[in-house]
């Protein structure tokens, strides 16, 4: 396939826009400005789960104004495509001890659920000062677990969505936005 054709096929998958750049931009920013006044003083470590969140995670911590350090743990529910695997996977840990730190673990969805259920009884485990959830998107219409992310920035329908760190099949990643993926389009 030439490479013309590839870009209008990659295109064609964008259905619509469901969440601008400007929205995404100004609820990171109120996000931000709760979190460094509830947290002030207090020694936060970020969670990103990867790779869904990196985006988010640079964008929210750069609206934090008090400091923070920043830790990664990558795991994996959905491996091609559209539908749920159903297994969650932890595939990279965190580097160091979590107990002397406000863990805030930052997602970019919770969807079933199942993933964050299970890295919030893990880390846990560990016994970190408090833990905390904030999610970019929220989609309780697909819960299969009984979870509820501490902050939700945006709530969604049941749309496959891609974009802002979000992929299908690693693809899409860097759009700036929010979108649906159209499933029907070939
Ligand atoms: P859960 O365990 O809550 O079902 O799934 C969480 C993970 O599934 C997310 O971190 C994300 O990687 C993936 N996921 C869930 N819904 C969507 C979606 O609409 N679009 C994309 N791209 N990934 C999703």
Known sequence: MDKEQCIKDYNKKIKRIIISEEEIKEAIKQ???????SYDGRPILLVSILKGSFVFLADICRAISVPCEIGFMCAKSYYEGTVSSGIVRITM??????????VIIIE?????????????????????????????????????????ADMALFTIPDFFV??????????YRN????????????
């Open 31 to 37: 996000a931000g400005e709760k979190i460094s006044a």
């Open 93 to 102: 840990d965190l580097d160091r001890d979590i107990s002397k730190y406000h």
């Open 108 to 148: 970019d969805i919770v969807d079933t659920g199942r993933t964050l259920n299970d890295i919030v009884k893990l880390l846990k485990s560990r016994n970190p000062l408090s833990l905390k959830v904030v999610t970019l998107l929220d989609k309780p219409d697909r819960r299969l677990v009984d979870f509820k």
């Open 162 to 171: 891609i974009g802002y760190g979000l992929d299908c099949a690693e693809n």
């Open 175 to 186: 759009l700036p936005y929010i979108a649906e993926y159209d499933t029907e389009v070939d």
